[in-house]
């Protein structure tokens, strides 16, 4: 696929969210329109309001993957688009989840992955698993598959990860048996949804 | 027993304290940014300190059923160094974050006239950001340096009883209480105070704005000695609400006054969801 096929849109478990449904999600919110505004006066503006999002939105689901405090980022971040890098740089780890999740809402091609490997080094699984979301498809496939089997590791669910199927070849089954056999001579469990996709990829 | 530890420092701990203090019953830390064992040369490493106060550390502390919110500031003893000063320009960013509930540590730590400057300044932003101020006191020269801080802290407009002057004895907690002010007593292993004085001082002062910690860090400490300060007044004559008063409601009421403490955060459910890096020793 092209770079820009997901580009203002977000998959998760199959429901598709764009900003226009962020938006008219938070529509309640006269805190968030004045935000915008004042943002699209001063982009800089963002810096002070993108952490605040949660003490004034709240924090509670809105849209499927979306909570409010995420999704008034998102809209607030495609006001200003090129702030993400310093927000995310600044960020706590609300705002940098909310940062890697509104990647794939903004114009902004393949400039954030170094956003994404970033969050990859980390051992904050919210981090990790934020930054496996459909932006990742421009990750390279080493450090996708890599990234994969972090999350087996770190024990996050493998539905966190966008793509999964169409994109696990033959080298990441292969890194997926080493890893089962190593835990099967160590007397430990494969998480099941890591043999699923195992079994899966040997059975092709 | 519910134990709130207002004041440690937990960067410099282990996954064991962690779940040694969960265990005893700590279910809410503030962490203050302060200096290390190790001066730092720059605002960068400043910066990353900030970004681990209000990411990998509530992260971490999470797992073990503890809620952690930070406090931030340029501390005294580097503010005396021209090559970290420029960390105060970067402080409003980390000063809007959810989980900072105050400025601190600021105050004094050898009454330099750098100091002088720094702490005033953060004051105003403390003020400017509508946050309490934790304001460490000097460990020489403490009656003077409490005195003057007590100076700086009124002259700077800030309510009074938004401040918290930490690490007070029973030659210091009287001008604290007087001016208005919260009092902060850190119980260590054999120096700044001790579970059988701080007893004592209760009896005397009252528990009306006292605040215990452990301000456990790199050095000798022990971050459940807010827990045998518990036992110690248990002991001493004070029953299980003046406990739940001094180690968990007045922290409480203390840090609320930011408007972003959270002992119910989404965080916690969230980390522990996929959780597990550090219970299984994951990556």
């Known amino acids: 696929m092209t770079a820009n096929d997901d580009a203002g849109t977000t998959r998760r478990g199959g429901a598709m969210t764009d900003l226009k449904t962020l938006r008219a999600a938070l529509s309640d919110s006269p805190w968030l329109t004045e935000a915008v505004t004042a943002i699209e006066a001063d982009p800089k503006a963002i810096g002070a309001l993108f952490p605040a999002a949660g003490r004034r939105c709240g924090r509670g689901a809105i849209a499927p993957g979306w909570t409010a405090d995420e999704a008034a980022r998102a809209i607030m971040l495609a006001a200003a688009p090129a702030e993400a890098d310093d927000l995310y740089r600044y960020g706590d780890a609300d705002e940098k989840r909310a940062v890697l999740k509104s990647l794939p809402l903004l114009p902004i091609g393949d400039a954030a992955v170094p956003l994404l490997h970033d969050a990859l080094r980390t051992n904050d699984t919210r981090l990790v698993a934020a930054a496996l979301g459909p932006y990742a498809a421009h990750l390279d496939p080493a450090a996708w598959r890599q990234a994969v089997l972090k999350c087996v590791f770190m024990g996050i669910p493998l539905d966190a990860v966008d793509s999964l199927h169409k994109r696990a070849d033959a080298a990441l089954a292969a890194m997926l048996r080493a890893f089962a056999d190593e835990r099967a001579a160590a007397g430990r469990e494969v998480p099941a949804d890591a043999q699923q996709l195992l079994d899966e990829l040997m059975g092709a | ?283």
Not at chain 2, 160 to 181: F, I, K, Q, S
Not at chain 2, 231 to 259: I, Y
């Open chain 2, 1 to 283: 027993m519910r134990i709130f530890d207002p004041h440690i420092h937990m960067t410099s701990r282990t996954t064991d304290d962690y779940e040694r203090m969960a265990a005893a019953g700590v279910r809410a830390v503030v962490e203050p940014a302060f200096w290390l064992g190790q001066p730092r040369t720059g605002p960068q490493s400043f910066t990353d300190y900030f970004d681990a106060l209000v990411g990998w550390e509530p992260f971490r502390a999470a797992q073990f059923g503890i809620r952690h919110h930070a406090t931030i500031a340029l501390n005294p003893k580097e503010a005396n160094d021209p090559r970290c000063r420029p960390v105060l320009d970067l402080l409003p960013r980390y000063l809007a974050k959810d989980g900072v509930v105050a400025v601190g540590e600021i105050g004094y730590d050898s009454m330099t006239a750098a100091e002088d400057e720094v702490f005033a300044r953060q004051l105003a932003l403390a003020i400017e950001h509508d946050l309490p101020a934790l304001v460490h006191t000097p460990h020489r020269d403490k009656a003077r340096g409490t005195e003057r801080s007590i100076a700086v802290v009124s002259e700077s407009g800030i309510d009074p009883g938004r401040v918290v002057l930490d690490h007070l004895n029973e030659l210091t907690v009287a001008a604290a209480l007087d001016a208005g002010m919260w009092a902060g007593f850190s119980i260590y292993p054999d120096t700044k105070m001790s579970p059988t004085r701080m007893v004592k001082i209760l009896h005397e002062y009252g528990m009306e704005r006292v605040l215990v910690n452990s301000a456990a860090d790199w050095g000798r400490s022990d971050p459940l000695l807010t827990v045998r300060t518990a036992e110690e007044m248990l002991a001493g004559g004070f029953t299980k609400d003046d406990v739940d008063r001094v180690l968990w409601r007045n922290p409480v009421e203390f840090f609320a006054q930011s408007g972003r403490l959270d002992l119910a955060g989404k965080g916690e459910a969230e980390a522990t969801f996929a959780g597990n890096s550090i219970l299984r020793g994951g990556s």
